[in-house]
């Protein structure tokens, strides 16, 4: 349940890591804002039936952290809860120059999460998606469906290990937009396979209390918001 800020820094959980190794990754979409047709399909319109973000994620110029006494892990352009058990990776990018998702990961179950910049007109969340399904190589299945936070894309993508045996990654991305950003919750192992199972709803809580932080800054639409771990006061 979201709570009221008292910030602390839970760093115990948190590890840094870069790109380099064996975890699964977050793929930045290459991300142009596509022209209007004036048509909204029916994705698009589910998307803007209801507010998805009624019970989170919160902008952080939505709620109050004055008195909170909830501790939390300030990253910056995420603010998280804690979750017993949960484990928090930080990524970084292949030139480690930013730090651009995070990982939340249980023994079966992950979800990587990443902040991009937005336009202010809204609905960049159907531009990210498109050009996601675009870029996804070795897909085995690629569909939209109705989430917990509107349209949802599930992916199959065929994967080859190190010693050549073949296998699939199952994958389900949230694509949940706030003022002039958009947080890409990506569900990855059993979480991504049941779409109501115990881990799905666990994580669906996780992505909830996430408070985004944006930022003021100018940043081309797409562009990813990097992740600045605060000091703790």
């Known amino acids: 349940m979201f709570g009221r800020k008292k910030r602390t820094e839970a760093e115990d959980a948190v590890e840094e890591i870069d790109e380099s190794e064996d975890v699964d990754q977050v793929d930045e979409p290459d991300v142009s804002v596509a022209e209007d047709d004036g048509e909204a399909d029916e994705w698009t319109e589910l998307d803007l039936s209801q507010d998805w973000r009624a019970d989170g994620p919160f902008d952080i110029d939505e709620v109050d952290l004055s008195a909170d006494e909830v501790t939390r892990i300030d990253l910056g352009a995420m603010i998280l809860t804690p979750e017993q058990g949960m484990t928090i990776t930080l990524v970084a990018s292949p030139d480690k120059e930013i730090l651009h998702a995070i990982v939340n990961s249980s023994p079966k179950s992950a979800v990587q999460l990443t902040v ?21 190589e070795n897909a085995k299945i690629i569909e939209k469906g109705k989430g917990p936070f509107g349209t949802e894309l599930r992916r199959v993508v065929t994967t080859t290990d190190d010693k050549g045996r073949e296998g699939f990654t199952p994958m389900r991305d949230w694509l949940i937009e706030g003022p002039r950003w958009v947080l890409d919750a990506r569900l990855l192992g059993q979480a991504a396979l049941e779409e109501h199972g115990p881990d799905a709803i666990l994580l669906e809580e996780f992505v909830r209390n996430i408070i985004v932080r944006r930022g003021d800054a100018a940043m081309v639409p797409g562009s990813v918001v990097p992740l600045n771990p605060r000091e703790e006061k």
């Open 116 to 136: 991009f910049a937005a336009p202010s007109a809204g609905n960049f969340r159907a531009t990210m998606r498109d050009e996601i399904i675009a870029h996804t």
